[in-house]
């Protein structure tokens, strides 16, 4: 059982949260949680590497010359990978690098990170983090007060919040994500978790559902 101090705006404990990592997952597979956030960082990369052929870098298509009584090895095409100006041997070509793992072991490994961030208590949470609009001073100055300033942090909400969302997105090395959009490579990848008690309470009723 984990017992998280919550904070409010102003960086004063207010009280305690208690939560049990292993009700959110029961154990943590390394394994799993490292083959998922390969997974999305492979369906991050474009691929839109290209480099030529030989069928597809100009030349003309003649011999160099006859095959036979030069004394030279025989040559046929100049647009050959051996020779300077033709196409590359291995060339490079668009290509889609991502693929999906099945959802369960996807959502499995989610609860699995969040669990371990409780575990090590880098999360921090915040007993409300409301704005009446894009306030990056305040947000800031909360941060200040949470001591999570310089720190990357990913900021998580129960739902998705424009004005907390746009007070955040100036903010260097602060992400902003609702419980539902919540992936293993963004609650592993930011050193620190700062996460509302609503949001904390609607991860723990999810868990409690599967």
């Known amino acids: 059982m984990a ?3 919550i904070y409010n705006k102003s960086g004063d404990q207010v009280g305690k949260y208690e939560i049990d990592p292993a009700k959110i997952a029961p154990k943590i ?12 960082q492979a369906s991050a990369r474009q691929g839109t590497h290209k480099t030529k052929g030989r069928g597809e870098v100009a030349g003309t298509t003649k011999k ?10 025989r040559a046929g095409s100049r ?5 300077r100006g033709g196409g590359h041997i291995f060339a490079l070509s668009n290509r889609d690098y991502s693929y999906r793992l099945p959802k369960k072991a996807v959502q499995s490994a ?20 409301a704005f009446t609009g894009p306030k990056t001073k ?6 200040k007060a949470l001591k999570l300033t310089g720190k990357s942090t990913l900021v998580t909400t129960a739902a998705l919040d424009q004005n907390v969302y746009k007070s955040a997105r100036n903010i ?4 902003v994500s609702p ?17 509302t008690k609503a949001a904390l309470d609607a991860i723990a009723a999810a868990a409690k559902k599967k």
């Open 29 to 40: 597979s390394q394994q799993l949680l490292h083959d998922v956030v390969v997974m999305y």
């Open 138 to 143: 305040d947000m800031a100055a909360i941060l």
């Open 179 to 195: 419980v539902a959009e919540l992936n293993a490579l963004a609650v592993l990848t930011p050193r620190k978790m700062l996460v």
């Open 110 to 129: 989610t609860r699995m990170a969040i669990a371990k961030r409780i575990a090590s208590e880098d999360i921090v949470v915040i007993d409300e983090l």
């Open 3 to 5: 017992s998280l101090p």
């Open 64 to 73: 160099m010359y006859r095959q036979k009584g030069t004394g030279n090895a």
């Open 79 to 83: 647009r050959s990978g051996i020779r």
């Open 172 to 175: 260097d090395r602060v992400t």
